[in-house]
């Protein structure tokens, strides 16, 4: 079996729009999706905010919150009919997130069995035969085929084979 390994935010779960909202909240701005095309929210926040981005992503119920990505459960769970999949998310940017990743993972994937989730740094490092990931800069140094998923940051990168959403990725694995 060919091994897929899957990203966790902005491919399983939409952290995007949580950031927004309590960014937007707290600072009575209105920053949406679309003023992030090609840019990521640390771009069009003014630095001395940053910390206030970095604090929300540390927040204990940050993770938990989060929706899922339209048909990720379902193509997941057809995915592991033909591939060994696993997910590897970058855990380490944001090393108090274990548990509430962990803890959102169960709830919402409760078919992906513990012994196929790598919480990580550099991508690197992983084996796998394909990287579905929103982050070029995993992309790049990830070993097999990296596939982008597309979020309003990478909308110009270029490089990759790209999917908009589940059923992109549905239709390129089991079509
Ligand atoms: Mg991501």
Redesign the pocket.
Known sequence: MKRIAI?????MAD?VTEHLARYNQDHNERITKDDLQGKWLWDVVSVDRHAALESYLRSDDFFDVLHVMPEAQRVIEALQSRYDVFIA??AMEVPTSFMSKYRWLAKHFPFIPASHIVFCGNKSILRADYLI???PR?LKRFEGEGII?T?PHNIHVNGYRRVNDWLDVEKMFLG
């Open positions: 990203d966790m935010d902005e491919v952290a998310t970058a990931d929103d982050n995993q998923y979020s």
